[in-house]
Nanobody, 126 residues
């Protein structure tokens, strides 16, 4: 059974940085992709970035490029999201998700992701 556990959220001042971690386990197939999504209060869930297991290709939502970086440590079964120059608008619950790799998953379509973690909250405030 696939499991995803997020950590690293918290309170940070505008302009600060946070690094989220997602520890994954239970995959019985190789062609999968892991992503970060976020959902702010009262808003729809939006994709942030994803990374393919097969070749570690990375994909970003256009609005996230430049400040956010996704990476993976295969020895630790962990995917990271480095977030820099954070803004109050980045305040949200951040979720790790996984599913079969493919074009729609790479485009961060949430319906392509079968497995979800419980999320970790990020608050950006003075």
């Amino acid at each position: 059974q696939v499991q995803l556990v997020e950590s690293g959220g918290g309170l940070v001042q505008p302009g600060g940085s946070l690094k989220l971690a997602c520890v994954y386990s239970g995959f019985t197939f190789d062609y999968y992709i892991i992503a970060w999504f976020r959902q702010a209060s009262g808003k729809e869930r939006e994709g942030v970035a994803c990374i393919s297991n097969s070749d570690e290709s990375t994909y970003y939502a256009d609005s996230m490029k430049g400040r956010f970086t996704i990476s993976r440590d295969t020895a630790k079964n962990t995917v990271y999201l480095q977030m820099n120059n954070l803004r109050p608008g980045d305040t949200a619950d951040y979720y790790c998700a996984a599913g079969w790799d493919g074009a729609n998953a790479q485009a961060l379509q949430a319906y392509e992701y079968e497995y979800w973690g419980r999320g970790t909250p990020v608050t950006v405030s003075p």
